[in-house]
């Protein structure tokens, strides 16, 4: 399938869970990502907060279970640049978060420190759907694919998905970032060499 017909079908999918399901899912996704990750050696994480309207996967109680099992750990999130395709990056602070006129919470940037991307170690994306090599498929913007690009090489690129793979997306680009881990409800993907 092209991304698009994909971006469709799995925006349908996910407006279509039951409010409970979506919980569930975000819970075991949230279970899953403290499983099988150790971030003691990393200092700056990267990760989105959740645009609830669109059912995005819920961050906040990751966030929580984080700061307290890694108490070191910088965390990291995203503000859109209005009128714009890029990101700013700030130290997540709480009090310095309000919601956009889209509804996506984010840092106020006045009252915020800003990260350089080249500090990122690691970054939990959001997507809609992935393939079994590790493509992933978000709303069509290619805002994580420029922010990915001004991180170091070397960074880690953590899915998060409430679906499970598909087989293979058509139409990857050499733009296309692919990711090096996908986490589901069900497992933890784990992605060898990139097409």
Known sequence: MTKK?????YKEKRNNLSESEYQQRCERIVEKV????????????????????????DTFPLIEQLQLKYP?????????VPNSFEMEHYLYKPATITLSAWGIPEPEPNS???VSPQK?????LP???????????GYGKGFYDRFLTDCRPEVQKIGLCLEEAVP??????????????CVTPQRCYE?????
């Open 5 to 9: 017909e994909l971006r469709k079908q």
């Open 34 to 57: 403290l499983e099988n990750f150790d971030f003691s050696a990393i200092h700056y994480l990267h990760l989105f907060l959740p645009i609830r309207i669109q059912k995005e996967i």
């Open 72 to 80: 070191q750990l910088q965390l990291v999130v995203p503000r859109v």
């Open 112 to 114: 915020s420190q800003q």
């Open 120 to 124: 990122i170690d690691a970054v939990l």
């Open 127 to 137: 997507l809609l759907v992935f393939d079994q090599k590790g493509n992933r498929v």
């Open 168 to 181: 293979l997306i058509e139409e990857v680009g050499e733009w296309d970032i692919p990711l090096d881990f």
């Open 191 to 195: 992605f060898g060499v990139k097409n």
